[in-house]
């Protein structure tokens, strides 16, 4: 049987950035993944129709940054920025920090596995055809400059007795090559007939040693008496 390895994590360190960039040992480690879980929790649910592609927590040692990736900044930030200022009261009282929240605009959705993902999962739950929504979905990929595109749509499709998988796929995509820019996906549609999981890949072309930013690591969250 062949082993998969997931895409982002076989590029961690090479042209993928953690989406948690902090540093603790033994039980502090522990807490804060279960506070990173929490806070990830959090903001989904109360952003639910923000249209979140990514989340991103940076710890120091007496404040906490998360920098919001949205197609929908507008929804994020709210009427004077009502909505930011909440979620940053909201994140200090669950972390007991200082926390500052960012902003950034996803400028073309249609380009990202996860929307694309969450878009046809939607779609599925509204019932639309499986069929169409992926090739909606790899169209629109393509057209907005995606150089190869990759969606697997697995469970009972179409209310079928028997689960099946079913796939689309149009250009390159490149699993196995390290400098190969592909973001990935995989989320769940809750349908009448059970779950469908939705799969995507998507290959943006290939980044050169010269044009892989590095970035430093955060200063170490220090151990609390």
């Known amino acids: 049987m062949g082993r998969k390895v997931h895409p982002l994590g076989f590029r961690l360190g090479y042209n993928k950035e953690w989406g948690a960039r902090w540093y603790a040992e033994g039980k502090r480690y522990r807490d804060l993944?279960?506070?990173?879980?929490?806070?990830r929790r959090m903001i989904r649910e109360t952003l639910g129709q923000a249209a979140i592609s990514e989340l991103e927590v940076e710890r120091y040692p007496?404040?906490?940054?998360?920098?919001?990736?949205?197609?929908?900044?507008?929804?994020?930030i709210a009427k004077k920025g009502a909505s930011v200022n909440?979620?940053?009261?909201?994140?200090?009282?669950?972390t007991g920090k200082k926390a500052w929240v960012e902003v950034q605009?996803?400028?073309?959705?249609?380009?990202?596995?996860?929307?694309?993902a969450e878009s046809i999962a939607e779609q599925l739950e509204k019932r639309v055809s499986h069929k169409r929504a992926m090739k909606q979905a790899a169209t629109r990929a393509m057209r907005s400059g995606a150089k190869g595109i990759k969606i697997r749509c697995a469970g009972r499709l179409a209310g079928a007795e028997m689960a099946r998988r079913e796939w689309v796929k149009d250009g390159?995509?490149?699993?196995?090559?390290?400098?190969?820019d592909i973001d990935y996906a995989c989320r769940e549609a809750l349908t009448i007939m059970g779950r469908i999981g939705i799969k995507v890949w998507v290959y943006h072309g290939e980044l050169l040693p010269e044009?892989?930013?590095?970035?430093?690591?955060?200063a170490p969250v220090a151990e609390e008496a």
């Open 211 to 218: 044009s892989i930013e590095v970035r430093e690591a955060p």
């Open 172 to 180: 390159r995509i490149p699993l196995q090559t390290l400098r190969a």
């Open 105 to 116: 605009e996803v400028e073309k959705p249609e380009l990202n596995a996860v929307l694309i």
């Open 62 to 76: 007496k404040q906490i940054r998360v920098t919001i990736h949205s197609a929908k900044p507008g929804v994020v």
């Open 86 to 94: 909440a979620l940053r009261e909201n994140l200090g009282t669950l």
């Open 33 to 39: 993944l279960h506070e990173d879980i929490a806070i």
